[in-house]
């Protein structure tokens, strides 16, 4: 016997995406609080962000269990979330560990170089195509894996490592070929 959240739809049962954010909403923001230990405020953000996610992309007439895809979208978000929360948190000590003056006292040979060294990885991101670009990001910047990068865009793992390693290059012969200038 198929649990209540399994069942499939009927034929005649097909509704918009808004439909099942007003009858889900709270269910699934329980759930986050309960799975995840978010704080309810942050669970409402957590649903928000997966209904947004999959609005572009919701026809329910594709999905055979709205309800367990919405959980599973949800359950996605939720580690997203989770994910940033870590790369914040990891950030935030690492700028408290610092000497407060450490800033302070920088020459301005160094703030030069500082600022050469931010300006030819910039140049050497925006001269890379843009899905590399954003896949560098995602994975450096965002902290995501391979895999959740694959996942998000449609992509395989293997493909997104690719791209990731080809952009890192780039940024190293970029900074190679200017290291005299540092």
């Known amino acids: ?5 399994a069942e499939p739809l009927a034929s005649d049962d097909r509704q918009p995406l808004e439909h ?12 986050v609080v309960s799975k995840f230990g978010l704080p309810h405020g942050d ?13 572009p ?16 979208s949800v359950h996605n978000a ?4 989770l994910r940033k929360g870590q790369v914040r948190e990891g950030y935030a000590q690492a700028v408290q560990a610092e000497p407060e003056n450490e800033y302070d006292n920088l020459s301005p040979e160094r703030v ?14 925006w001269s890379m195509p843009h899905k590399r670009r954003r896949l560098l990001l995602m994975n450096r910047v965002d902290g ?3 895999a959740e990068i694959a996942r998000r865009e449609g992509l395989s793992a293997t493909v997104v490592k690719k791209h990731v390693a080809k952009a890192l290059a780039g940024c190293q012969q970029v900074l190679r070929a200017h290291d005299g200038e540092l």
Do not use: N
């Not at 016997?1 to 959240?5: E, N």
């Not at 954010?21 to 759930?31: D, F, P, S």
């Not at 939720?78 to 979330?81: E, Q």
């Open 112 to 125: 030069t170089a500082g600022r050469q060294f931010l300006g030819l990885i910039s140049s050497a991101l």
């Open 144 to 146: 995501l894996s391979y």
């Open 43 to 55: 669970a409402e953000d957590v649903v928000q962000e997966a209904f947004a996610r999959m609005a």
């Open 78 to 81: 939720s580690i997203d979330a």
């Open 57 to 72: 992309k919701f026809h329910a007439e594709g999905i055979a269990h709205v309800r367990a895809f919405l959980y599973r």
């Open 1 to 5: 016997m198929a649990t209540a959240w």
């Open 20 to 31: 099942y954010y007003r009858e889900y909403h709270q269910e699934l923001c329980r759930y």
